[in-house]
């Protein structure tokens, strides 16, 4: 008797063919990520002996201006295209009225200044919300317990145009008044400052994963109730079209959606919608989780490149992230 014949089952696709070697892999790839896709946001403080390491996130220091200037030259041999200052102010000078927060000298826009003179080819963005200078640590005006919405906005005109004085190039506003985006554009319009772009925080959520920066710039202990009646509730998504849509129609240049891993459904839904330039906030809770991990031995760093591509698969242009001089350091290592 002759062996029973073996009729070979094959797959119809052997998906595998192209997963065999290292070139097939590059050749096949889908999305790339480079030092190009990333914005590198830097805490700067003008405390003296403030500056160094934050408990709740390791790896991360806060930076004097010369700490700054040393940073913005790093991102510029990283092939890192922006920095984006956060400001970390003395806690003294923080008012309910807010006012330093239009101060052409405050900490932040002396960081404009110091790090357009070192990096003039580097884009620096900037944040505005009145939280770094803000006594009761909300991103808008309180009265009563109530954030004031247009009261609010007209600070954080005068915040902008002091902003854009200072050289900023791209302005993040991330306080999620309502108007706030007309408002600047025409105030940036009528100043003359017609190529300062804006990239809104459109969807930004009600967030958990805020907490480390809080710490960072020192508005922890000082935030009276929540953020819960301007930021937007985690259970919505059709919610977040609607502040792209508009904060498009007011004239914003680039739009952020933020958290970032937590939210990657709602970044595929804004590239798709509106394929406008789209940017996504791996925040400080993100990295805090990952980097407590690695620290603890429990995962190894090849997931921060892992992570930092699921923003471009999931339609992002760029990412913000606390990992983007370390990305950028293992992508050149490659
Ligand atoms: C506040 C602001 C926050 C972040 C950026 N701008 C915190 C907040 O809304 O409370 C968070 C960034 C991060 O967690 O890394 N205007």
């Not at 003008?46 to 700054?68: H, K, M, N, Q, Y």
């Not at 554009?185 to 017609?194: C, K």
Request: charged share 25%; with cysteine.
């Amino acid at each position: 008797m002759s062996p029973t014949p073996i009729v070979a089952p094959f797959p119809a696709g052997r998906l595998r063919r192209l997963r065999r070697t290292a070139a097939l892999r590059a050749l096949t790839a889908e999305v790339g990520l480079s030092a190009a896709n990333l914005i590198w946001p830097i805490f700067v403080t003008e405390v003296a002996g403030a500056e160094g390491p934050i408990a709740s996130l390791p790896g991360v220091d806060r930076l004097t201006l010369d700490g700054a200037r040393r940073a913005a030259e790093r991102a510029i041999a990283l092939g890192i295209p922006a920095v984006c200052i956060f400001p970390h102010s003395d806690p003294d000078q923080k008012t309910d009225g807010c006012e330093r927060a239009w101060d052409p000298d405050n900490i932040g826009n002396q960081a404009i200044r110091a790090i357009k003179k070192v990096a003039p080819d580097l884009a620096v963005m900037t944040d505005i919300a009145l939280d770094p200078y803000n006594a009761n640590g909300h991103d808008g005006l309180v009265r009563d317990g109530v954030i004031l919405n247009d009261e609010s906005v007209e600070c954080l005109v005068r915040m902008a145009l002091a902003q854009a004085e200072a050289g900023a190039d791209i302005l993040g506003p991330s306080d999620m008044m309502d108007g706030r985006i007309g408002a600047l554009r025409g105030a940036l319009e009528g100043a003359g400052h017609r190529d300062v772009a804006i990239l809104s925080y459109a969807a930004k959520y009600a967030s958990g994963f805020y907490g480390p920066f809080r710490d960072a710039v020192g508005a922890s202990g000082r935030l009276v109730g929540d953020k819960k009646t301007y930021q937007i509730n985690p259970a919505n998504r059709d919610e977040a079209l609607r502040c792209v849509a508009r904060d498009l129609a007011e004239g914003a240049d680039m739009v952020m959606v933020k958290p970032g891993m937590p939210y990657l459904d709602i970044c595929r839904m804004v590239r798709d919608a509106f394929a406008a330039p789209t940017y996504a906030y791996q925040v400080s809770g993100e990295y805090a989780m990952m980097e407590g991990a690695i620290r603890q031995g429990w995962l190894k760093r090849e997931v921060v490149l892992e992570a930092l591509l699921s923003f471009r698969r999931a339609g992002c242009d760029g990412v913000l992230t606390y990992y983007a001089p370390e990305a950028a350091e293992l992508l050149a290592k490659g």
